[in-house]
């Protein structure tokens, strides 16, 4: 849902508790009747209350419509768990492993100065299926179309051996080539 929608809830809501407490005074003698009638037949005569009552008929029509709506994205990037079936039963794995393992992965080819990833998860009827984008900075050593499918191959290796998912598709960008020379991180022992 929405901001929009989430706002449109919202007045409603205030709207529908403001009624109920009204009509809870009323019923209960707290306001005494010669009062609220009144006012609710001064109130049905201005040409606000018509357009006030037209405004949230068209907020309920449109909460009404997203009820109903099918439109909605279907896809998750992060703050989500993926169910992974094993033979001792399901176990969910965060997108943020997911994506530090694709990292790892594709950080340990040489020829790949630097990676972002960006899994996306897709839910369906018949459980989860994930694809990654990677976006890469290769060395100008390196064959682009062969550095590509030896990125594909591995993330693909590797997502089967870890976590068991086959026929993930992975869609590999080159946005820079440099001539840098790697960066090697020096290990502290």
Same mark, same amino acid.
């Given at each position: 849902?929405? *901001?929009?929608?989430?706002?449109? %809830?919202?007045?409603?809501?205030?709207?529908?508790?403001?009624?109920?407490?009204?009509?809870?005074?009323?019923?209960?003698?707290?306001?005494?009747?010669?009062?609220?009638?009144?006012?609710?037949? *001064?109130?049905?005569?201005?040409?606000?209350?018509?357009? @006030?009552?037209?405004?949230?008929?068209?907020?309920? *029509? #449109?909460?009404? /419509?997203?009820? *109903?709506?099918?439109? $909605?994205?279907?896809?998750?990037?992060?703050?989500?768990?993926?169910?992974?079936?094993?033979?001792?039963?399901?176990?969910?794995?965060?997108?943020?492993?997911?994506? !530090? %393992?694709?990292?790892?992965?594709? $950080?340990?080819?040489?020829?790949?100065? !630097?990676?972002?990833?960006?899994?996306?998860?897709?839910?369906?009827? !018949?459980? @989860? @299926?994930?694809?990654?984008?990677? #976006?890469?900075?290769?060395?100008?050593?390196?064959?682009? @179309?062969?550095?590509?499918?030896?990125?594909?191959?591995?993330? #693909?290796?590797? %997502? /089967?051996?870890?976590?068991?998912?086959? !026929?993930? =598709?992975?869609?590999?960008?080159?946005?820079?080539?440099?001539?840098?020379? =790697?960066? #090697?991180?020096?290990?502290?022992?």
């Amino acid at each position: 849902m929405g *901001f929009v929608n989430r706002f449109f %809830l919202l007045i409603g809501t205030l709207v529908l508790f403001l009624v109920s407490a009204a009509v809870l005074t009323c019923s209960l003698g707290i306001v005494p009747e010669r009062l609220w009638l009144n006012e609710i037949r *001064f109130a049905l005569r201005q040409q606000e209350t018509v357009i @006030a009552s037209l405004v949230l008929f068209c907020v309920a *029509f #449109r909460l009404l /419509a997203c009820t *109903f709506s099918r439109s $909605g994205s279907r896809e998750t990037t992060h703050g989500e768990f993926l169910a992974v079936t094993g033979s001792m039963g399901s176990v969910g794995v965060a997108m943020d492993a997911i994506r !530090d %393992l694709v990292n790892r992965t594709v $950080g340990l080819i040489g020829g790949v100065r !630097d990676t972002k990833s960006h899994i996306t998860m897709q839910k369906a009827k !018949d459980g @989860a @299926a994930i694809s990654v984008s990677l #976006r890469l900075i290769i060395g100008q050593e390196k064959n682009v @179309a062969a550095l590509s499918e030896t990125v594909s191959a591995r993330v #693909r290796e590797q %997502l /089967a051996q870890t976590l068991g998912l086959t !026929d993930v =598709p992975i869609y590999v960008k080159i946005v820079g080539i440099t001539d840098a020379a =790697p960066i #090697r991180k020096h290990r502290v022992v």
